[in-house]
């Protein structure tokens, strides 16, 4: 059973450095697409990026200028860094995984618990 | 960016009753349309992707239809623990782009 675990500091100040760490067990990390969710308290998901097993990254452009993602497969982990943060970086931040199926349509399978991270100073 | 618009976006229903939540997408995105379900205090789980496909281990009493702009979830028999939030998302184009959110309560 593939599980996902998120893993990074719950408090961060403002203006610095959000990192957070998704460790893959039960699967391996290779030939997928990992992704990073958040969601701030009582609203919505808002997709903030992901990263194929390549390196390949697509982030979203509201945030791209301050969002890093990688991956380290021989740890089975990928990572997500989000500087210059601010209170409304505030969230529970999720990893998952998507893939293609045979007919060539994404789908997301797997998801982490989630993280909140609050950002305060 | 693609708007995901959900209505309604809450809906009281009772056990065993069928329900149906509609997507609308701000422009064309074929089938790449998935519906999640949250509840409270969990991750997000999967239920549909392509619009119509259902994620491996989730009951066939949901079900997704629609193509274009818009879409519907349908629940059928409701039981318990099917109260929760539902969001739709788009895998059009990036970036993906989620519904508001139906939240889905017990009448």
């Known amino acids: 059973q593939v599980q996902l675990q998120e893993s990074g500091p719950g408090l961060v100040k403002p203006s610095e450095t959000l990192s957070l760490t998704c460790t893959v067990s039960?699967?391996?990390?290779?030939?997928?697409?990992w992704s990073w969710i958040r969601q701030p308290a009582g609203k919505g998901l808002e997709w903030i990026g992901r990263?194929?097993?390549?390196?390949?990254?697509i982030y979203n452009p509201s945030l791209k200028s301050r969002v890093t993602m990688s991956v380290d497969t021989s740890k089975n982990q990928f990572s997500l860094k989000l500087s210059s943060v601010t209170a409304a970086d505030t969230a529970v931040y999720y990893c998952?995984?998507?893939?293609?199926?045979?007919?060539?349509?994404?789908?997301?399978?797997?998801w982490g618990q989630g993280t909140l991270v609050t950002v305060s100073s | 960016d693609i708007q995901m618009t959900q209505s309604p976006s809450s809906l009281s229903a009772s056990v065993g009753d069928r329900v149906t939540i509609t997507c609308r997408a701000s422009?064309?995105?074929?089938?790449?349309l998935a519906w999640f379900q949250q509840k409270p205090g969990k991750a997000p789980k999967s239920l549909i992707y392509?619009?119509?496909s259902l994620q491996s281990g989730v009951p066939s009493k949901f079900s997704g239809s629609g193509s274009g702009t818009d879409f519907t979830l349908t629940i059928s028999g409701l039981q318990p623990e099917d109260f929760a939030t539902y969001y739709c998302?788009?895998?059009?184009?990036?970036?993906?782009?989620f519904g508001q959110g139906t939240k889905l309560e017990i009448k």
């Open positions: 998952a995984r998507g893939s293609h199926d045979s007919s060539g349509y994404y789908r997301v399978d797997y």
């Open positions: 039960g699967g391996s990390i290779s030939s997928y697409y």
């Open positions: 990263i194929y097993t390549s390196g390949s990254t």
């Open positions: 422009q064309g995105i074929s089938n790449y």
């Open positions: 392509a619009a119509s």
């Open positions: 998302q788009q895998s059009n184009s990036y970036p993906y782009t």
